[in-house]
């Protein structure tokens, strides 16, 4: 056994436990603040999938506004998807109703689809020409190959919520 005293010959004091708190009694009232959690870099929003011949009827029936609606949404979803993509959706949905800058809009979009999946690592490309001919030549359903063509990407990620970081 070792003495309690030091070299000096003084009694060293002993050790008190430090006082023991009270843990706090958790309140029911309220619920906790959640706050979002801060997405790293590299991480994906995904966007959502649509049923593309939806959107072409939704299109047709609407007289075209559902189809400016889609067109605004696809366009910040594949800006939101990878962020090297610079498109201002408003300024691509007001192209549209500009004769041959709605062409070039349109032609422009399917170049970001094709990014966006390039991005994802998908095997699929987008092909411009191929939507702009069934855009103006096939009744508008260049919209129907655009949207399958993003929902491909989407499918890679499993088909989260929209919005969804992965």
């Not at 030091?6 to 008190?16: M, R, S, W």
């Not at 090297?84 to 959706?89: A, K, L, N, Q, R």
């Amino acid at each position: 056994m070792s003495d309690p005293t030091n070299a000096d010959g003084v009694p060293e004091p002993e050790a008190t436990p430090p006082p023991v708190t009270p843990a706090p009694t958790p309140d029911f009232s309220a619920p906790p603040a959640v706050t979002p959690p801060i997405a790293p870099l590299g991480v994906r929003t995904v966007g959502k999938t649509r049923n593309p011949w939806g959107v072409w009827g939704l299109s047709i029936i609407t007289l075209g506004i559902y189809y400016l609606y889609w067109y605004y949404k696809i366009n910040s979803e594949v800006r939101d998807y990878d962020k090297s993509i610079e498109v201002d959706p408003a300024i691509a949905t007001v192209a549209q109703f500009i004769p041959i800058a709605s062409l070039i809009s349109f032609w422009n979009c399917g170049g970001r689809i094709n990014r966006t999946q390039q991005t994802a690592g998908s095997s699929e490309r987008c092909s411009q020409l191929a939507g702009l001919l069934l855009m103006v030549f096939v009744l508008g359903t260049g919209i129907v190959y655009y949207q399958s063509q993003l929902n491909k990407v989407w499918d890679l990620h499993g088909n989260p919520e929209p919005g969804t970081a992965v």
